[in-house]
């Protein structure tokens, strides 16, 4: 774990300072390019649909696909925030569904962080409906506290600590997700 930099506070954190700098640029960067060659020696062969979920993946999706070194195709979906007031009912709303056919294709599911799991648990029900060859997760961050996932994160970028990140993607109330590291704030 790097340690916060010293001298000026960034000027992006809205006056916050920064706790513990979890994963670092440089860190986050070797991490993805080895990322890009694990996915990318584990399709041999077929299509491969690269699924963004949005928002909190388009940073990581941007870097990783262009790790990958075979043909792929990228599109986003959008999965309604109920938070937690639908954990009964087992269902997900797409606000916007792929246009994308999954039919036959592998698909490769990106997420910043799995937390408890219920949205990609749910996602991954859903998009089976649709004939895809298979399908599988990938995560930068993953807490390890993930009761409610019923399928294995297949790729994991860092085993994250239990505490609240922002940054690479991630955010807190919309705020800090250009940081170009992960990190905590006081
Ligand atoms: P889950 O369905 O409980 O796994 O929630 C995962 C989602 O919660 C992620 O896509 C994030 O949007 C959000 N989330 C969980 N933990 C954090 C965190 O530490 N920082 C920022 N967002 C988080
Ligand atoms: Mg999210």
Same mark, same amino acid.
Not at 61 to 86: E, K, W
């Given at each position: 774990?790097?340690?916060?930099?010293?001298?000026?506070?960034?000027? $992006?954190?809205?006056?916050?300072?920064?706790?513990?700098?979890?994963?670092?640029?440089?860190?986050?960067? $070797?991490?993805?390019?080895?990322?890009? +060659?694990?996915?990318?020696?584990?399709?041999?062969?077929?299509?491969?649909?690269?699924?963004? #979920? !949005?928002?909190?993946?388009?940073?990581? !999706?941007?870097? #990783?696909?262009?790790?990958?070194?075979?043909?792929?195709?990228?599109?986003?979906?959008?999965?309604?925030?109920?938070?937690?007031?639908?954990?009964?009912?087992?269902?997900?709303?797409?606000?916007?569904?792929?246009?994308?056919?999954? +039919? +036959?294709?592998?698909?490769?599911?990106?997420?910043?962080?799995?937390?408890?799991?219920?949205?990609?648990? $749910?996602?991954?029900?859903?998009?089976?409906? $649709?004939?895809?060859?298979?399908?599988?997760?990938?995560?930068?961050?993953?807490?390890?506290?993930?009761?409610?996932?019923? /399928?294995?994160?297949?790729?994991?970028?860092?085993?994250?600590?239990?505490?609240?990140?922002?940054?690479?993607?991630?955010?807190?109330?919309?705020?800090?997700?250009?940081?170009? /590291?992960?990190?905590?704030?006081?």
């Amino acid at each position: 774990m790097s340690v916060a930099p010293a001298g000026p506070a960034d000027p $992006r954190l809205l006056g916050r300072a920064v706790k513990r700098i979890a994963y670092g640029a440089p860190e986050i960067e $070797r991490r993805v390019h080895e990322l890009g +060659e694990e996915i990318t020696a584990a399709y041999p062969d077929g299509e491969l649909l690269v699924l963004g #979920l !949005l928002k909190g993946s388009f940073v990581f !999706l941007a870097d #990783l696909v262009r790790q990958i070194r075979r043909p792929l195709q990228v599109d986003f979906i959008v999965a309604s925030s109920y938070g937690y007031d639908t954990a009964s009912s087992g269902t997900v709303n797409l606000v916007y569904d792929p246009e994308t056919s999954l +039919e +036959e294709k592998h698909i490769l599911l990106v997420e910043d962080i799995v937390d408890s799991g219920r949205t990609l648990s $749910r996602l991954v029900d859903v998009l089976q409906t $649709r004939g895809p060859k298979s399908i599988d997760i990938c995560a930068l961050l993953h807490k390890h506290i993930a009761a409610e996932l019923r /399928y294995p994160t297949r790729f994991i970028g860092f085993d994250a600590p239990n505490e609240f990140l922002v940054g690479y993607g991630l955010d807190h109330a919309e705020d800090f997700r250009h940081l170009p /590291y992960v990190a905590s704030l006081q």
